[in-house]
């Protein structure tokens, strides 16, 4: 089992910046790629960003050059700690969504509760 809490999430206006945060934890974290997924009104969820333990990334390509994902694996094991970062630059009205936090590995799939960004002026 892995709980997943999002926070950062706020009202931005165009061109600002906004950092969210995933507090993980659970068992053996270091072996699930974590990832950042948005949704906004009338949009299927989609993609921003993945993260590997290892650090490898992958973005979508509305992101690329203006968000950053990034991975602390603080504690392994069993009762496991880790910290994911999104920092999300150069915002636009299209950035707005409600933002989630996800764990994966093969079919064990964890979301959380997700937090809000509104780029508005």
């Known amino acids: 089992q892995v709980r997943l809490v999002e926070s950062g999430g706020g009202l931005v206006q165009p061109g600002g910046s906004l950092r969210l945060s995933c507090a993980a934890s659970g068992r053996r974290l270091s072996m699930y790629v974590m990832g950042w997924y948005r949704q906004a009104p009338g949009n299927q969820r989609e993609l921003v960003a993945t993260i590997t333990s290892a650090g490898s990334t992958n973005y979508a390509e509305s992101v690329k050059g203006r968000f950053t994902v990034s991975r602390d694996n603080a504690v392994s094991g069993d009762n496991g700690r880790n910290m994911m970062y999104l920092q999300m630059n150069s915002l636009t009205p299209e950035d707005t969504a409600v933002y989630y936090c996800?764990?994966?590995?093969?079919?064990?799939?964890?979301w959380g509760q997700g937090t809000q960004v509104t780029v508005s002026s």
């Open positions: 996800n764990a994966k590995i093969m079919s064990l799939d964890y």
